[in-house]
């Protein structure tokens, strides 16, 4: 079980009961997030994050931390967070006269994968749930722009106006990516035998799927800065989601094309996202290898049980469900999947957090049944994925939020950067194909910390 809290972690958690909350929303100008991200550094480094949705309507980006939320105990840790955040809001002063979500209080954040992983050193600031209320917050929906400040203690609401004049003036680039000195792909031999002793169990046991993953090192001549990387990733991945959350020295980032679940008002969505090949060289291969996904026996079957457990998981929040009978592909660049959107309409009292339990893994990131695969995954992988794969996401004071599922993604910590990938094991699973695919998977990150490729 781990329980990491840094002492400066815990004196921040202690905010939570330092008094009430002033928050205040303004509209403001339209500015570039990323710049402010990037202009960030010296005063917050460390407490920063930044979101963008996969088509680029709404962005977020945090900047200090007015306070850390963390869990004492793992296994309800979703439901603490969720009590601690409502009681914070319980007797918070609000200003905020816009309803547009995202704006206003907010939290962002997201859990461990796995509580009973041994924790790795590389993961120690991220603990099993890490969430932030910002001090400072820009918010964009569609081309509309909000500044939000959170406070303890009553505001000053001059400093917004302050801040919005100086967010005007910013500009910057960020820094070239430092020397990279080595590159360590872990134990190739010994996932690739994981693989056929999982596989093995798949042709054996009741077990249908398990997702395996591994991981790479690089390690760099100087500390990496996350805006060097989330620039690479929002020019490179434009169609995805990109996500970037900063603790002490380390950040986890990433582009991940995977809808966990959103919730505004009553509105859900979420993504049955598994299965996967690799993009064509030229338009004519590019569809061929895409009508073959669509038609593979082997992908629809992983994908498949992505789709009933979604179902099922989200099924007593709903009062409607809409998913498709077949899968679609989706295309990023480097690969295709197959994809089933699913649409819903949430019963009132359904709140996102317990969506997120419900959901979290589904068996695009864990397997079915999902507590032999994820024992399975915990003895055969020899890694903690730490947030890689897990739900990641934000969620305002008035219920709305968007989880995805933290995969295409890597760690920084100081010099250093650990990168993840997986794939969905089942039992006419090849290993030496599931290896090419970990290798495709990898490929996004590889590029965006400035490798060609492996
Ligand atoms: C596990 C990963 O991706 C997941 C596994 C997939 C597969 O095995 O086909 C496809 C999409 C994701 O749900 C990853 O990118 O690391
Ligand atoms: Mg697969």
Redesign the pocket.
């Given at each position: 079980m781990k329980t990491i809290l840094s002492p400066n972690r815990r004196e921040q958690s202690a905010t939570n009961e330092r008094g009430k909350l002033f928050s205040y929303t303004i509209p403001m100008d339209p500015c570039d997030l990323f710049v402010f991200y990037q202009s960030q550094r010296t005063s917050s480094t460390g407490q920063r994050f930044y979101w963008k949705n996969s088509d680029g309507s709404f962005r977020i980006v945090g900047s200090g931390i007015a306070a850390t939320f963390t869990s004492k105990s793992p296994e309800r840790r979703f439901e603490h967070i969720q009590q601690q955040w409502d009681k914070l809001l319980q007797d918070a002063h609000i200003e905020n006269k816009y309803d547009i979500p995202g704006t206003g209080p907010l939290l962002f954040g997201g859990f461990s994968f796995d509580i009973d992983q041994i924790p790795a050193d590389e993961w120690s600031s991220f603990g099993d749930s890490l969430f932030y209320l910002p001090e400072i917050m820009i918010t964009c929906l569609d081309e509309q722009y909000f500044l939000t400040m959170n406070q303890f203690g009553a505001l000053d609401q001059r400093e917004g106006e302050f801040l919005k004049q100086w967010v005007k003036q910013m500009k910057g680039k960020p820094n070239p990516f430092p020397k990279l000195l080595t590159q360590k792909e872990y134990d190739v031999e010994g996932w690739l035998q994981s693989v056929e002793e999982v596989v093995d169990e798949l042709q054996n046991t009741d077990m249908q799927k398990v997702?395996l993953?591994r991981k790479l090192q690089l390690d760099f001549a100087e500390p990496l800065q996350s805006e060097t990387i989330i620039d690479q990733l929002l020019s490179e991945q434009p169609s995805s989601y990109v996500f970037s959350m900063e603790a002490e020295d380390s950040c986890f980032l990433g582009a991940?094309?995977?809808r966990l679940v959103e919730k505004v008002n009553q509105r859900v969505l979420s993504t049955c996202?598994?299965?996967?090949i690799a993009r064509g060289k030229s338009e004519q291969e590019d569809k061929k290898l895409g009508n073959d996904l669509l038609h593979d026996s082997k992908?629809l079957f992983?994908?498949g049980l992505?789709v009933s457990m979604i179902e099922d998981a989200l099924r007593p929040f709903c009062e409607e469900l809409l998913i498709p009978n077949q899968p679609n592909l989706m295309k990023k660049p480097y690969?295709q999947?197959?994809y089933t959107p699913v649409e819903g309409r949430a019963k009132k009292e359904s709140s996102i957090f317990a969506m997120v339990q419900s959901l979290h893994p589904?068996p695009?990131?864990g397997g079915v049944p999902t507590r032999p695969a994820m024992k399975m995954i915990r003895d055969k992988e020899n890694m903690d994925r730490g947030f890689?794969?897990s739900p990641i996401g934000w969620t305002d004071y008035r219920g709305n939020g968007e989880f995805i599922?933290g995969?295409?993604?890597g760690l920084t910590k100081g010099s250093s950067a650990f990168l993840?990938?997986?794939?969905?094991?089942v039992s006419d699973s090849i290993a030496d194909k599931?290896l090419i695919?970990?290798r495709i998977?990898f490929q996004p990150m590889l590029r965006a910390f400035g490798k060609e490729s492996l």
């Open positions: 997702v993953a991940s094309p995977e996202l598994a299965g996967s992908n992983e994908h992505v690969i999947h197959l589904t695009a990131l890689y794969g599922v995969i295409r993604s993840y990938a997986g794939c969905g094991l599931e695919e970990t998977k």
